[in-house]
Each structure stands twice: as structure tokens, then as C-alpha cells.
């Protein structure tokens, strides 16, 4: 019997094929576009790293100056412990965070998070000896507007900051713009996380730091709310519920 493509049969059989080849095309172009953005935010999540460590690309390609000379690890943030994670540049520590079995609440929410993921990313760059060279941690935290991400740089002492770069936020376009101004940024370098107690000294203080001052940065004006917001992402990410834990396990061991 000659199938009748004109019937009713036929058009079902041709809607439902035509349908089958569609959703096979979507899927398969779904999945190419799902591992060109997986490469393309490791991409940046190691170019950022880099430019916090301060660590020069000459030319070189991202990933390998990234395999050479930075250490991914997955800290638990309660513990300091480290935890084993396959594919840790894929490991997604917003998508933790607001996963109530990856995340708890703080509780004393000062970088106004809301929920912080219970595991996030430290990068390790170690020198020839294999001795700490500089400690690369993740912070964010909220401003006036948005949340602000960035990454700060520590020299071995983990105490003397290198450098703070902020790579992500939506604070206000023309006041403040500091958040991502080498200029502004550069004060950060040098300057002490901790006072001779071991509490969170760093301060954005309005009417400009006093010369010498070890922990102080110059507020920028019309934009009070973005700075104090910078110092609450300090004090919580470098206090008990963030680095904490981590790095008097790093101390103890004699990194």
C-alpha cells in the first residue's frame, strides 16, 4: 500500500519528524554554546586571577601562565580544610551560594550577602621552593546599587595586600567608577588587613587617609555608600565566617 503524504497520516508523520530534526539541531547547538561559555568564563576567571596576582602575560596564553603558576583549591570556608573537587575552574560558587545544601546564611551578615556558599576557590601562586608567594581569594559584597565581585591578592605574610581588583558591578556610572580605577585600586597595595589584634583594620575613610596610615584609604566623595560597602566586604571575607579558618590553617603549617 503507497504511503499518501497529502493525508492526514502523512502530515502527522512529517509535523512530528520535522519537530524530531528540530529539537536535535537546538539540543546539539545548545550544547556547543554551553562549552563555548564554560571556556570563555574560565578564560576570564584566570585572567582576572593573574591580574590580581599581578602576574604578566608578556604575550604568553591565559591558560598556560594560569596552569604554570596558580594552584586552584576549594576551601571550606568553616574549617579552612581543603576539598577535593574535579573541574574546580567549572565549580560555580554564586550557584552555591544560593543552594540551601552548598550555603548557609552569616550570621553577621556585614558584606550584606544574604547567603554564602560553604566551599568557594583560593588560588595559590607558590614560588621555585614551593613556599606561598602570593594568595589570590575571592570577595564580594554589596555596594549602594549591586553586588560588587572581585578578587584581592595577598603577599605570604597574608597580611600585606598586593593588589584588589573588582571585575564585576553595577554601582553608579560616573561616581562610582573608582570601584574599577587603577588609580584609586593602587591604594590598596601595601597597605595592612590586620592591626596588631588580628581584626579586619582596613578603612575607607572620608576626607582622605592620614599619611602613614597603615590600614586607611581615601574615600571618594559622593560615593560614601560604595566605600562603606567596600570595608563590610573586607571585614566579613577576612573575619571568622570567610578566610578566616583558612588561613590559620596556612599559619599552622607554616605556609
Known amino acids: 500500500m503507497a504511503f ?6 502523512g502530515t502527522m508523520v512529517f509535523t ?14 545548545a550544547e556547543v554554546l554551553k562549552e563555548r561559555k564554560l571556556v570563555k568564563k574560565r578564560d576570564e576567571l584566570q585572567r582576572n586571577v593573574l591580574m590580581a596576582a599581578n ?4 604575550g604568553q596564553d591565559v591558560r598556560e601562565v594560569f596552569a604554570s603558576q596558580v594552584t586552584p583549591m576549594l576551601v571550606a570556608l568553616d574549617s579552612g580544610e581543603i576539598v577535593p573537587q574535579a573541574q574546580i575552574l567549572d565549580f560555580d560558587e554564586r550557584m552555591a551560594a544560593i543552594n540551601p545544601e552548598t550555603s548557609s546564611k552569616p550570621k553577621k551578615d556585614t558584606a550584606k550577602i544574604r547567603s554564602r556558599a560553604d566551599a568557594v576557590r583560593v588560588f595559590e601562586v607558590r614560588d621555585g621552593s614551593g613556599k606561598l608567594d602570593t594568595l589570590v581569594v575571592p570577595i564580594y559584597g554589596k555596594g549602594l546599587w549591586s553586588m560588587m565581585y572581585g578578587y584581592v591578592a595577598l603577599e605570604s605574610d597574608l597580611n600585606t595586600i598586593r593588589n584588589l581588583v573588582f571585575y564585576e558591578h553595577g554601582e553608579t556610572p560616573g561616581i562610582a567608577d573608582f570601584v574599577t580605577d587603577p ?11 590586620f592591626d596588631d589584634k588580628g581584626k579586619v583594620a582596613i578603612k575607607i575613610i572620608k576626607g582622605g587617609a592620614p599619611q602613614g596610615n597603615v ?3 581615601d574615600a571618594v ?5 560604595t566605600g562603606r560597602g567596600i570595608q ?3 571585614e566579613f571575607w577576612f573575619g571568622k565566617e570567610g578566610f578566616a579558618p583558612y588561613f590559620d590553617k596556612l599559619t599552622k603549617a607554616g605556609a
Do not use: P, Y
Not at 4 to 9: E, F, I, Q, R, W
Not at 55 to 58: A, K, T
Not at 221 to 225: C, F, K, L, N
Open 4 to 9: 499518501n503524504k497529502d493525508s492526514v497520516l
Open 16 to 29: 512530528i519528524s520535522l519537530c524530531l530534526v528540530c529539537s536535535f539541531m537546538i539540543t546539539g547547538t
Open 55 to 58: 602576574i604578566q602575560l608578556n
Open 183 to 193: 588609580h584609586w585600586l593602587a591604594q590598596f597595595t601595601g597597605k595592612q588587613l
Open 215 to 217: 590600614h586607611g584609604i
Open 221 to 225: 566623595s559622593g560615593a560614601t555608600a
Open 232 to 234: 563590610r566586604t573586607f
